[in-house]
């Protein structure tokens, strides 16, 4: 299994800031991805974090917008750029593990509202 | 290409009532299968998941899901709902194999109230 935490928990910020968003696992691993749910919302995978190149982003999300980093297999970082109140949600961390990366963990989420 | 579809946004039963929550599931590979719990406020908690083994999954808390290929559906049930499964339920999809290998596309989610 994987233990996942991410800081901060929950956030309040104007509109216009950024927030970095951290993800520590408590193994090391090699597919980690980040996920957004807005409010009353699924989840739906903003993108692929990858250890030592750029990030692989979904349909509808840049890069400018929500810049990742990934320097080691146990962190990574989204960044919530240049921030309105359709930004305001649950952002979270995910990895999978195991034959064909069938196992699936999640961390705890941020919850960001944007003011 | 892979896409999830929850039959209900919200589902009602009474306290001792059969649960029974809708999943059909599209992917271009065989998939791999996956309900998530969510209570208010709190993160994902996973049920239980279909991995290409038996067809019929048990996860916790007394839940239980078939894998029906024919049927493309992976429902969700429980023989005896309790208030404390009062929450919302993810079906979620990822396959096994292709450039979708370990990003999973979640449904809608469904909402199931228990009554007394």
């Known amino acids: 299994s994987a233990v996942i935490s991410q800081k901060p928990s929950r956030d309040i910020c104007q509109r216009g800031t950024s927030l970095t968003i951290q993800c520590q696992v408590d193994?090391?691993?090699?597919?980690m991805f980040w996920y957004r749910q807005q409010p009353g919302q699924s989840l739906t995978l903003i993108a692929t974090a990858n250890q030592g190149s750029e990030a692989t982003y979904e349909s509808g999300f840049v890069i400018d917008k929500f810049p990742i980093s990934r320097p080691n297999l146990t962190f990574s970082t989204l960044t919530v750029s240049n921030m309105s109140p359709e930004d305001s949600s649950i952002y979270l961390c995910s990895v999978a593990i195991g034959v064909s990366y069938n196992e699936q963990f999640f961390g705890p989420g941020t919850r960001l509202t944007v003011l | 290409a892979q896409s999830v579809t929850q039959l209900g946004s919200h589902v009602s039963v009474s306290e001792g009532a059969l649960v029974l929550l809708r999943c059909n599931y599209s992917s271009s590979v065989p998939p791999y299968l996956f309900w998530y719990v969510q209570y208010p406020n709190q993160g994902l908690q996973l049920l239980l998941k279909?991995?290409?083994?038996?067809?019929l999954v048990k996860g916790i808390n007394g839940f239980e899901a078939e894998f029906k290929k024919s049927e493309t559906s992976f429902h969700l049930t429980k023989p005896s709902a309790h208030m404390s499964d009062a929450a919302e339920y993810f079906c979620?999809?990822?396959?096994?194999?292709?450039?979708?290998?370990?990003?999973?596309?979640f449904g809608q989610g469904t909402i199931l109230t228990v009554h007394p």
């Open positions: 979620a999809v990822t396959g096994a194999g292709g450039t979708s290998y370990g990003k999973l596309t």
């Open positions: 279909y991995t290409s083994a038996a067809t």
């Open positions: 193994s090391q691993v090699t597919m």
